[in-house]
């Protein structure tokens, strides 16, 4: 047992960081399968090759490691949307740009919209994020998009008034339909014969994304 805590230890200050983030990929791929409940935590171990004993370690229980799954889940598609720079491109270009950035992490992380389901789905509604680091973490996309949008009204681009949209606004259709085109593929493709990511209608499906979020905002749509 002691000799067990000890090589426990002594690779977690090896490569703490490094540990930390091979036993999240393992959990995220884990509780997008099977949500909070299904998910193993043996599975996890196995995926890493670490040991349970370092996965408690590091997050102490199942439950907590779910937690901080869904929270790097949320992480990663906020640090795409921060490293593109919006800042330095004109306002109609930005939203464009945000807006094909986001369509391809929802398509290419589907364990991200698995996560998010699953954790819609819990009678008690989304209580693993319900922390200010969550709340915190995700407040950074409202300040990109309310940028852009300030930029767009300033020089006549963008509707202005109290109608136009804001930021939470922008963030919410981008969103829906983003995440909608991979979490409801499956239905969408028997009952209307669309395959929202497959290669036939994927460059439609995608420029009527774009179009939408566009229109939603621009002053004189086109």
């Keep these: 047992m002691t000799s067990q805590t000890d090589d426990a230890i002594g690779a977690v200050r090896r490569d703490p ?14 509780f997008s399968a099977h949500g909070l ?4 935590i043996d599975a996890i171990a196995e995926r890493t090759k670490v040991t349970k004993r370092m996965i ?16 790097e889940s949320y992480r990663r598609i906020r640090e ?24 391809d992490h929802h398509a290419d992380h589907p364990e991200f919209i698995r996560l998010v389901v699953f ?3 819990l009678p008690a509604g989304a209580i693993h994020l319900m922390s ?3 709340r915190e973490q995700n407040r950074g996309v409202l300040a990109l998009i309310d940028d852009v949008l300030r930029r767009g009204r300033e020089q006549g681009v963008f509707r202005d008034g109290p109608d136009a949209p804001d930021a939470l606004d922008v963030e919410q259709v981008l969103s829906g339909l983003a995440f909608q ?3 409801n593929r499956s239905t969408f493709r028997e009952l209307f014969d669309r395959d929202m990511l497959g290669q036939k209608e994927t460059p439609h499906v995608r420029a009527m994304i774009e179009d939408v ?10």
């Design 17 to 30: 960081e490094g540990n930390r983030r091979q036993i999240l990929d393992a959990a995220i791929e884990e």
């Design 37 to 40: 409940l299904g998910g193993r």
């Design 56 to 71: 408690y370690y590091y997050f102490h229980s199942k439950e907590e490691l779910y937690a901080a799954a869904l929270l």
């Design 80 to 103: 795409s949307e921060a490293n593109l720079r919006l800042d330095e491109l004109e306002p109609e270009e930005a939203l464009r740009v945000l807006v094909r950035s986001n369509i």
């Design 119 to 121: 954790e819609n789905t």
């Design 132 to 134: 200010d680091e969550a």
């Design 181 to 183: 085109r991979v979490s």
């Design 213 to 222: 979020v566009l229109r939603f905002v621009l002053a004189c749509p086109r």
